[in-house]
């Protein structure tokens, strides 16, 4: 099931989402597939996201890829206490590989990032994922005055304050060439 997320807006405005449906009598020969990692995904979130009031901290997730994928896109995704996101790859051989790095995360401007071309991650590289959460006054975006305990929702229904550190890989599995 997939959901969107429309945050507060001081303006109106209009949604432009779109989506493309193919029929054909076979199936495509490399499906896109999607990494799920964080929050109700195939990784957990350590700590475990649980943000005291008045507190900054950071989480991290991480995923070992069990084979070979090629990157399409990716999609970081927060709420409100967001502050920071960074994740990236490292292989068997010890290289890493830069995937995003947001400083200043608003959570009005979230995107799927398309890669200009296929990002080939290796079998056994583990990808990570690092975000920190400001649950303080100082926080502007923070829905709370003063700053109450937020924490990842335990199913897929989201309450207030639920907040949420996740982290999409859109891929295809690898060949040569890619």
């Known amino acids: 099931m997939n959901s969107l997320h429309y945050g507060p807006s001081m303006r109106d405005t209009v949604d432009l989402s ?12 490399r499906p896109m597939r999607e990494l799920a990692m964080g929050t109700l995904g195939d990784s957990p979130v350590v700590p475990e996201l649980l943000i005291p009031p008045d507190t900054v901290m950071t989480f991290r997730s991480e995923f070992k890829l ?7 896109t990716i999609n970081p995704h927060m709420h409100l206490l967001g502050k920071r996101f960074l994740a990236y790859a490292v292989t068997p051989a ?3 590989i830069h995937l995003i790095r947001i400083n200043d995360w608003d959570f009005r401007w979230q ?5 200009r071309h296929m990002l080939v991650l290796p079998k056994g590289a583990v990808i990570h ?9 100082a926080n502007r975006n923070n829905p709370y005055d003063p700053p109450r305990t937020a924490r990842a ?3 897929g229904h989201m309450r207030p304050p639920d907040e949420m550190l996740q982290f999409f890989v859109n891929y295809v599995d ?3 060439g890619d």
């Open 18 to 29: 779109r989506f493309n449906l193919w029929f054909s009598a076979t199936p495509p020969e």
């Open 66 to 72: 069990p084979k070979a994928i090629s990157v399409l």
């Open 94 to 96: 010890n290289d890493t």
């Open 111 to 115: 995107y799927a990032y398309t890669f």
């Open 129 to 137: 994922v690092e975000a920190v959460m400001d649950n303080t006054a």
């Open 153 to 155: 929702p335990l199913t």
């Open 174 to 176: 690898s060949r040569p």
